[in-house]
């Protein structure tokens, strides 16, 4: 017996749980903030003390912040697909 095919779902339920899962998709975007911030943290404290080798750690830095960005960016395209259910 199929318990589902008892239950009808209206619209308004369909809209309010796509609503709701996209404001728990955008959660993910407090990681990439506190990854990003923890990394830019590091990496003055990297040239304060090798400030010769400042080209190479904002290079790094910067590709690790671009990777961290992409999860938030992921997050955020959901919420939009989710918002236009």
Do not use: C, D, H, W
Request: charged fraction near 10%; avoid cysteine; aromatic fraction near 8%.
């Amino acid at each position: 017996m199929n318990l589902l095919a008892e239950y009808v779902f209206n619209e308004s339920f369909v809209s309010g749980l796509a609503l709701l899962g996209a404001g728990i998709a955008m959660i993910a975007g407090i990681g990439p903030g506190i990854g990003q911030g923890f990394a830019a943290g590091k990496a003055v404290e990297a040239v304060g003390r090798q400030p010769e080798a400042l080209g190479k750690i904002t290079t790094t830095m910067l590709v690790g912040q671009a990777m961290a960005e992409t999860t938030g960016l992921y997050a955020l395209i959901i919420a939009f697909v989710l918002i236009g259910q």
